[in-house]
């Protein structure tokens, strides 16, 4: 079992900026891949930005330029910093966790943290 504790969420101003973090219970370099999702109202969940455990990432197009994923290995955390922000980032953000385990890859998620761009 893998927990994962996010951080950082709140209230910005359209072209501002915020810092989620992500915490996980173990090492992240047994975590195949970290990944920030979110999920609008009415919308499905999609996938913001990802990072394997050797340091590869992937963005949604949207978010290119604008979002930087990185992590700590010291302390097992996963960051995603995010600029110009715009009022459709509005939305509730995940922290996942995808890991295999026994031949099958399971997926860990965290409990989201609310990010709101106010226009």
């Known amino acids: 079992q893998v927990q994962l504790v996010e951080s950082g969420g709140g209230l910005v101003q359209a072209g501002g900026s915020l810092r989620l973090s992500c915490a996980a219970s173990t090492s992240i370099f047994t975590i195949n891949v970290m990944g920030w999702y979110r999920q609008a109202p009415g919308k499905q969940r999609e996938l913001v930005a990802s990072i394997t455990n050797i340091g590869n990432t992937n963005y949604a197009d949207s978010m290119k330029g604008r979002f930087t994923i990185s992590r700590d290995t010291a302390k097992n955390t996963v960051a995603l910093e995010m600029n110009s922000l715009q009022s459709e980032d509005t939305a509730v953000y995940y922290c996942?966790?995808?890991?295999?385990?026994?031949?099958?890859?399971?997926?860990?998620w965290g409990q989201g943290t609310q990010v709101t761009v106010s226009s």
């Open positions: 996942n966790a995808l890991l295999r385990r026994s031949g099958t890859y399971v997926n860990y």
